[in-house]
């Protein structure tokens, strides 16, 4: 069972070996590897190889542990000491902890969106489309909020209030709709408008929940400050602004975008309600102050539409310093603001309007239309203002002797991957939109005839779902042919491997396979292109067939062609069917993961590759583990390192080594060049340098080596997700190992004398040369660096410059743990 190492054992230890004796001579040996774990988590006892553990420093949510026998090792003589004393920093709770975390399943178009922010080029200057870039993200995150927001109102006020409460057939059929239908009871909240303003509730309730959650969420993770420093002489950006001192506190901008996003959503209810109102009020039987007052809220609502575009254009992320303001006035009065706005807009709509009925739908057809049209004007535009930035990359150099030291970048979709990710995320959204929207209705409508349903545009994207899933599927046998292909001509490439060794015609079809399975990684980026180019051209093509005919695409295709005719019916019945099912297996999903622990870590697995980047466009998007987990590997390696003087290995597995590497950015020169990095099964080069150009690209991690005292990279053939570094000329080999053999061995073996599986993107520790390269950087580390210095009271906010090694949590100045 893991214990907890008290703060006054840890200040003993550190500071005496346990009889009163200095132990700062014998700190400067000192060694230290940092374990950080990978995607789905894991626990100390297992990364530590040892059921006894000591939590050195942290909480519950995250912290660092130590073997139990390891926890006063720094004031053992050197002698004494038997290799590196190793910690492990446990972040898997930052992503799957608790039960509720199941929920940011509904927030998945959210992140997604968030992605794209990340994924622009890399571009050498051009200030202002890298802005541009931003802006037109952040834009895209907005149509997001207000589309969710539309399609609760669509299913609430449309559908439920308005179609099927003022419906008999429909009211009879669901008695507790009883109280707002004016055939049933006609009692007081049967009025249309205030039918409407009771179903409000549903979709404000929604936007109350999105800003709590994010309000928490910012609190908890986006308030974790880290260290303030100076920078040194020699410093550079390092080519990436991982390394600026405020790229992981993202603070301001998000609380920025909270007000704004929640504004919307309030404000898309209040048109909701506004337009149908003024449409009766300035019809002949309305009222003339009604027309005035009406008139008024839509002003007032346009005024505050406009607010919040300025607030979402007016500034993006402030990365070259910790920007520790929160425009509270901001965050708090826009909000408040709408929210006032909406309940005028409710108060109106609910005053007595003799003759007014219910008929049709609302305005949900005007609104997903001018949804949809301005999501693809946004992805166009991002394209667009991507193409540009990724020509602004350097030509190719002209002699063959610069061609081998030069980066060669392997951008995915030639920069193009923000845009098709972005276009990813509006289908998301408009998938959730049309399925909800659509079952809904199904349940309301039992027979089908009652009801005008949803909006014709959500039928109409409904049915080109079917012809997207058989462009896949093609695509799909294509990639499927080729790996056969590949795992055929493998073969001989493994039996080549092992020469002199018995033939195992199974054994060597099974590598081959594993090995050719793995290169579907390197096929990602041709199926996002494929996706998203077949979901423009069916969203276009979707959005002008609704807009022209104004009906289903079954009703549009009759008295046409047989086949036509039939394909249009299949269409819309099988898409109906496809996004109902789509919508109620993620339900199913996320109330598994809710109360499944099992199920939860593998949703935490989608959370650990899709929230390491902060909130840069979009405040609802699941909250950024990074923002934590990198402030706090760069407290313990730089406590440690300068209150030991000791060598450190900062060592990564899969997702592990991207945070290893940005805590790695994140340190000083002087730091930085005492400090080895070594990673494996990383996924820097082959998913991050490619979907991330401008933060992971050559340059950044050429950069990363040069400023590393040392840097070793293991990978294996078949490992799907971790892969080379492929740095540039000379630099490539002293970094990336060649491929570890996967199996250990091929047939049994004195040393194997069980059949050895094969490891993939596992278990890197249990291979031989894992132990060696490490060796191999302790050494170049040496052992002549700097004792430690005496421990000094930093300044206000500043990294104190001789903590204790094995104590305590650091201290922010608020007193609370920053590790």
């Known amino acids: 069972m893991a214990g907890e190492l008290t703060e006054e054992r840890a200040a003993r230890h550190a500071a005496d070996g346990g009889d009163g004796r200095d132990a700062r001579t014998d700190r400067a040996g000192s060694a230290l590897e940092l374990l950080v774990h990978g995607v789905g988590g894991t626990t100390p006892e297992k990364m530590l190889g040892d059921t006894r553990t000591v939590r050195v420093t942290g909480d519950d949510t995250a912290a660092v542990f130590r073997r139990a026998d390891d926890a006063d090792a720094e004031s053992r ?119 409407l303003a009771v179903a409000a509730l549903a979709p404000t309730a929604l936007t109350g929940l999105l800003w709590y959650l994010s309000h928490r969420t910012w609190s908890a993770y986006e308030s974790q400050q880290p260290f303030a420093r100076a920078p040194e002489p020699d410093e550079e950006s390092g080519g990436t602004a991982l390394g600026l001192p405020g790229f992981w506190y993202g603070r301001r901008l998000v609380a920025r975008l909270r007000a704004a996003h929640t504004a919307t959503g309030l404000l898309t209810v209040a048109a909701t309600v506004a337009v149908p109102t003024a449409r009766f009020d300035r019809g002949p039987r309305g009222d003339a102050p ?169 039928t ?76 423009l051209l069916l969203g276009a093509g979707a959005l002008a067939g609704a807009w022209t005919t104004g009906r289903t695409p079954a009703e549009a295709a009759r008295g046409t062609y047989a086949l036509v005719d039939g394909a249009a019916q ?111 099964g990383s996924p820097l080069e082959r998913l991050y340098a490619r979907w991330f150009p401008a933060h992971f690209g050559p340059a950044a991690l050429a950069a990363l080596h040069r400023d590393m005292a040392c840097w070793r990279n293991l990978y294996r053939l078949t490992d799907p997700i971790g892969g080379p570094v492929r ?7 002293e970094v990336d190992h060649p491929p570890l053999d996967d199996p250990l061995a091929y047939g049994r073996t004195a040393l194997h004398p069980l059949p050895a599986p094969v490891l993939g993107h596992s278990d890197y520790q249990a291979d031989p040369v894992f132990a060696e390269e490490r060796a191999r950087l302790l050494a170049r580390l040496g052992p002549g660096l700097p004792g430690p210095r005496r421990l000094e009271t930093p300044p206000e906010g500043r990294m104190p410059e001789n903590p204790q090694p094995g104590g305590g949590p650091a201290q922010d100045r608020s007193g609370r743990s920053s590790g």
């Open 77 to 195: 003589p050197a002698g004494r000491r038997d290799g590196p004393v190793r910690e492990a920093y446990v972040w898997c709770n930052l992503t799957s902890g608790n039960a509720a975390r199941a929920l940011w399943l509904l927030l998945l178009p959210f992140m997604v969106v968030n992605l794209a922010h990340w994924m622009r080029p890399a571009a050498r200057g051009h200030t202002r489309t890298v802005r541009f870039y931003g802006l037109l993200v952040r834009l895209a995150g907005l149509t997001l909020t207000a589309l969710l927001v539309a399609a609760v109102c669509e299913v609430a006020l449309d559908l439920t209030a308005w179609q099927c409460a003022g419906t008999r057939v429909c009211a009879a059929r669901h008695s507790w709709l009883g109280f707002l239908s004016p055939d049933l009871s006609g009692g007081w909240w049967s009025a249309p408008g205030r039918r």
């Open 290 to 458: 009604l027309v005035l007052l009406g008139g008024l809220l839509e002003a007032a609502l346009a005024v505050g539409a406009a607010a919040v575009l300025w607030v979402v254009c007016r500034q993006g992320r402030t990365e070259h310093r910790l920007d520790r303001e929160t425009d509270a006035r901001l965050a708090r009065g826009l909000p408040l603001a709408a929210l006032a706005l909406l309940l005028l807009v409710l108060l109106h709509a609910g005053w007595s309007r003799p003759g007014w009925r219910s008929s049709g739908r609302l305005t949900g057809d005007a609104v997903f239309t001018a949804l949809t049209l301005a999501q693809v004007l946004l992805v166009v535009a991002l394209a667009v203002v991507a193409h540009l930035l990724h020509r602004t990359l350097a030509p190719a150099p002209r002699s063959a002797r610069t061609a081998k030291t030069r980066a060669v970048p392997r951008t995915a979709l030639r920069g193009l991957g923000g845009p098709a990710v972005a276009l990813l995320a509006c289908a998301l959204g408009g998938v959730f939109s049309g399925g909800t929207s659509q079952r809904v209705s199904d349940w309301l409508d039992g027979t089908g005839t009652s009801l005008p349903g949803p909006p014709v545009l959500l």
């Open 460 to 535: 109409w994207q409904a049915s080109v779902i079917p012809v997207l899933l058989l462009v896949l599927l093609v695509h799909g046998a294509r990639l499927a042919r080729r790996t056969r292909r590949l795992a055929r001509a493998e073969r001989a490439v493994v039996d080549a491997s092992h020469p002199g060794e018995p033939r195992d015609p199974a054994r060597t079809r099974h590598i081959a396979a594993v090995r050719a399975t793995a290169t579907l990684t390197d096929h990602a980026p041709a199926l996002v292109g494929v996706t998203a180019v077949t979901l």
């Open 570 to 680: 299949v269409a819309q019945g099988v898409g109906s069917w496809l996004t109902g099912l789509g919508c109620l297996l993620f339900v199913t999903c996320g109330r598994r993961a809710y109360k499944d622990a099992s199920a939860r870590r593998t949703v935490g697995i989608l959370w650990d590759v899709g929230t390491f980047w902060p909130r840069a466009a979009h405040p609802f998007a699941p909250p950024c583990y990074a923002e934590r987990a990198v402030p706090d590997l760069t407290w313990r390696v730089v406590t440690w390192t300068r209150a030991t003087g000791g060598r450190l290995v900062l060592s990564g597995h899969s997702q592990g080594s991207v945070l290893a590497a940005a805590a790695a950015w994140q340190l000083t020169p002087s730091v930085r060049g005492r400090v080895a990095l070594l990673t494996y």
């Open 727 to 733: 740095l540039p000329g000379d630099c490539g080999p």
